[in-house]
């Protein structure tokens, strides 16, 4: 059995990998759509550029500050939607909301490891910042 304290030093190690080394942070030319999303309480910022080809993501940037958390959370995002269509990143959005408000379900991706975040209902918006930038994109 694999004990409680060694997954919680796993997730924040994947957390401040991705906050220290985001993926997909180089800005994208000739970008199809565009959004941002913004914590006013924090200052957290995250900025996103999409490139949509045959209704799927092709390519991508995210950048941004902020905290750990919220930068991280846009880096995991980035990985995630890479190639997804837009169905497919919805039911992604609704899958990362739930685990982030509290269900106990799992989303078998890397993902998953910011479903702690729950436990800190003021991280949760620092969690859900990245997938506001994105709504904005794809309804912009």
């Keep these: 059995m694999t004990d409680p304290a060694d997954l919680d030093e796993l ?3 994947i957390v401040l990998d991705h906050h220290r080394n985001p993926r997909n942070s180089e800005e994208i030319q000739g970008a199809t759509h565009e959004g941002e999303a913004i914590n006013p309480f924090c200052g957290d910022e995250v900025h996103v550029k999409i490139q949509l ?4 993501v092709g390519e991508l940037s995210v950048t941004g ?16 939607v890479k190639g997804k269509t837009r169905a497919q990143i919805a039911q992604l959005a609704e899958q990362f909301k739930s685990i982030t408000g509290g269900s ?25 910042l990245a997938w506001s930038a994105l709504d904005d994109a794809l309804s912009g």
């Design 11 to 13: 997730y924040r190690e």
């Design 53 to 56: 080809s045959d209704g799927q």
């Design 65 to 80: 500050v902020g905290c750990s958390i919220s930068q991280a959370s846009a880096s995991l995002m980035g990985v995630e």
């Design 104 to 128: 106990d379900e799992s989303m078998e991706s890397d993902l998953d490891v910011l479903k702690g975040v729950k436990r800190y209902p003021v991280r949760i918006k620092c969690a859900l």
